[in-house]
């Protein structure tokens, strides 16, 4: 649910996000030898965040907003991520 005021919006979330990788072996030819890897990554993570983003007006189509999100699984902080910018509509 977004909270507004005078001078602008945030819009707080939270949820849930999850994925598999089932990475198998890599085979290639390399100067004429065959190698083959494990390159590892075999994993399925569940994670849940919460994030907000902030928009203000600035005038003449113009708007400001910042956006950030924390992931956190069962092995602690997975990831953050942000942004920000200004975005101009004509």
């Keep these: 649910m977004p909270i507004s005021s005078g001078v602008g919006t945030l819009s707080p979330r939270v949820g849930v996000e999850a994925w598999s990788s089932d990475n198998d072996k890599v085979s290639a030819?390399?100067?004429g030898q065959a190698i083959s890897f494990n390159p590892g990554g075999d994993d399925d993570e569940?994670?849940?965040f919460v994030g907000v983003t902030g928009t203000t007006n600035l005038g003449y189509g113009a708007t400001a907003f910042v956006d950030g999100?924390?992931?956190a699984g069962e092995d602690g902080l997975a990831r953050t991520e942000a942004r920000g910018g200004v975005k101009v509509v004509f």
């Design 29 to 31: 030819t390399l100067l």
């Design 46 to 48: 569940v994670t849940g």
């Design 69 to 71: 999100e924390i992931h």
